[in-house]
């Protein structure tokens, strides 16, 4: 079973406006670490927002937030007041075991590819 | 400070041939990754190392070996390449448990590497 999904291949946004890119997660982990990593077209993978399974509040980045949904298993990325240079694929990502391990192996989702247009 | 550097950015190889990619970090970083990237797919772990002188296999590690040469190199080792290797590589570090940012990951640009 896919441990991220993520089910919007593209996604297009009018500059300005606020979008979410979707996340669902699988695992039976107590313990884990949800992530957005941006990739823009030269290829580098750029760190946006961090969630820990036991954070109370939901996290917040500057424009990015994580709409954090425990019971459903979802770990929604909201950008607010796009901008054109947020167009890139955006990835969600896991780390199960976060008290567990030195290591912060990281499982991705598939990736979408967000588009803001004028 | 440079972070995570990768050599090469890109490269050619034959079914066959072996290669060696390299990687660094200068944040005194405890571990160290590698990952994949196939077209259209999210990134995969080949193998990681935990701390200096250990090392693991992660989800993707057939057809490869790592070397943690020391804490800031871990490179990743293609012994004999396949056309099914074509992707691109990225190499990345985390903080230590001690610092509370352990989650983080940083990195490198990537090797993009073709087998034909």
């Known amino acids: 079973a896919q441990k991220i999904t993520q089910t919007q291949p593209g996604m297009f946004v009018q500059e300005k406006e606020a979008v979410t890119l979707d996340c669902t997660y699988d695992?039976?982990?107590?313990?884990?670490?949800l992530f957005w990593y941006k990739q823009p077209s030269s290829g580098e993978m750029i760190f946006l927002i961090y969630?820990?399974?036991?954070?109370?509040q939901n996290a917040t980045e500057g424009r990015y937030s994580l709409n954090f949904q425990k019971a459903r298993k979802s770990a929604n990325l909201v950008i607010s007041a796009s901008q054109l240079g947020d167009s890139a694929m955006y990835f969600c990502?896991?780390?199960?075991?976060?008290?567990?391990?030195?290591?912060?192996?990281?499982?991705f989702g598939t990736g979408t590819r967000l588009q803001v247009t004028l | 400070n440079a972070g995570v550097t990768q050599t090469p950015k890109f490269q050619v190889l034959k079914t066959g041939q072996s290669m060696t990619l390299q990687c660094a970090q200068d944040?005194?970083?405890?571990?160290m990754y590698w990952y994949r990237q196939d077209p259209g797919m999210g990134l995969r772990l080949i193998y990681y190392?935990?701390?200096?002188?250990?090392?693991d296999k992660g989800e993707v590690p057939n057809g490869y070996n790592v070397s943690r040469l020391n804490k800031r190199e871990f490179s990743l080792r293609l012994e004999s390449a396949a056309p099914s290797q074509t992707s691109v590589y990225f190499c990345?570090?985390?903080?230590?448990?001690?610092?509370?940012?352990?989650?983080?990951?940083?990195f490198g640009p990537g090797t993009r590497l073709t087998v034909t």
């Open positions: 190392s935990a701390s200096e002188g250990t090392t």
């Open positions: 944040m005194n970083h405890n571990s």
């Open positions: 695992t039976s982990d107590p313990s884990y670490g």
């Open positions: 969630q820990g399974s036991y954070d109370q």
């Open positions: 990345a570090s985390s903080p230590p448990r001690a610092s509370g940012k352990s989650y983080e990951q940083y």
């Open positions: 990502a896991m780390r199960e075991g976060v008290n567990t391990g030195t290591a912060s192996k990281l499982t």
